[in-house]
């Protein structure tokens, strides 16, 4: 017999990621049968919470349309016990944003598709009687590295419009405005506006406290490692490794080992023995496009650094390149990696109309 709370008792007992992602979707199925609207709206969005914050974001994008179908059919479908708040319209429009900040990482989305989506949710915005400061917001990563025009004209635009009950937390908002002006000049302007994410004066609405401040942490030792400083990008790296949970969250690994490479080619090594496998599964081409990057660097730096030219690694067979005896060619694991990286790179640039991937592509990390 169809019960909602034992959909939710048995998929909270899987393991964040891709088993739970198969237990909703069980659960979705369940509701869908019994036609019991707020929990196939439900289902869903959790979902979509699932693979945006947990996963690659693709199941996201193959459910979401089902829920935007399924609030147009039934606008006042009311919330289930586990949301506040009377209908579900609010809460499909708050995870409307994580679509459209992530609708930059995958080729399969034609440009004109991506629009239409921004286009819909501010259209969705307007009748709601949102502001548009989460659309501005959203447009702003969108364009980050498309057009630096757009993104500027998205950012200010954003500070610009009041806050309202669909804009995201302040201190998310915040770490928007600190990417902003580190990757814009502006770094005396960072530091100012980070005071209140390092003391927790802000954190996150989402509940996680480090989410806020481990995003923060992350564009930091972005900012060190795009700037050639060593020194204080290992001192980031240093700071996130200690909180493995949210390295995980952050997707953070990848450089982590490429800050690594440079510094400790033994630890590098160790952290791509426990990546290897999450690198291999992800779905999402903008994360292949970056982890496949740093390996081809982390490989090239480890072919220089060391005498033997092959190194023990105790793969599957699901990696494409596997041997049985676990001893591998570093130069076939540099070039393996950096034509992964190649290919997602040129789809991207196709998709986006510019060569920035490309681009990317041919950049190294220059330490001083």
Not at 17 to 42: C, H, M, T
């Amino acid at each position: 017999m169809y019960d909602s709370d034992e959909c939710i008792r048995r998929y909270n007992e899987l393991e964040h990621g891709k088993a739970r992602i198969e237990g909703i979707y069980d659960a979705i199925k369940q509701a869908d049968e019994n036609n019991d609207v707020p929990f196939q709206l439900y289902f869903r969005l959790m979902l979509c919470y699932e693979s945006c914050f947990y996963w690659d974001k693709l199941d996201m994008f193959v459910i979401f349309p089902q829920v935007l179908a399924l609030i147009d059919k039934y606008p006042d479908a009311p919330c289930t016990k586990y949301y506040s708040g009377e209908k579900m319209l609010p809460h499909v429009m708050w995870d409307y944003k994580w679509l459209l900040v992530d609708c930059t990482d995958f080729y399969q989305i034609p440009m004109e598709d991506c629009l239409k989506f921004y286009e819909d949710f501010k259209r969705r915005s307007i009748e709601c009687g949102y502001s548009l400061r989460s659309y501005y917001r959203s447009m702003f990563y969108f364009y980050e590295n498309i057009d630096k025009e757009k993104a500027e004209a998205a950012f200010y635009a954003f500070e610009k419009e009041p806050r309202d009950e669909n804009s995201d937390c302040r201190a998310c908002e915040r770490n928007t405005q600190i990417r902003f002006y580190l990757k814009n000049g502006g770094f005396d302007r960072a530091e100012e506006l980070a005071k209140d994410i390092e003391s927790f004066n802000l954190r996150c609405g989402g509940g996680d406290r480090y989410w806020a401040w481990g995003n923060m942490k992350l564009d930091y030792l972005q900012y060190y490692i795009n700037n050639g400083n060593l020194e204080k990008a290992l001192e980031y790296c240093r700071i996130l490794e200690r909180r493995k949970d949210l390295c995980n969250k952050l997707e953070v690994w990848d450089d982590l080992i490429c800050c690594y490479a440079y510094a400790d080619l033994g630890k590098a090594l160790r952290y791509y023995k426990q990546c290897w496998k999450r690198f291999q599964e992800d779905r999402n081409p903008r994360a292949i496009f970056r982890e496949s990057r740093k390996m081809s660097i982390f490989f090239k730096r480890l072919s220089e650094g060391r005498k033997k030219t092959t190194v023990k690694l105790n793969l599957d067979s699901s990696f494409p390149l596997y041997r049985e005896d676990g001893e591998y060619r570093i130069d076939e694991l540099q070039d393996y990696y950096y034509r992964r990286a190649y290919d997602v790179a040129v789809k991207l640039d196709e998709r986006n109309g510019c060569g920035y991937y490309v681009e990317m592509l041919g950049k190294e990390p220059e330490f001083t």
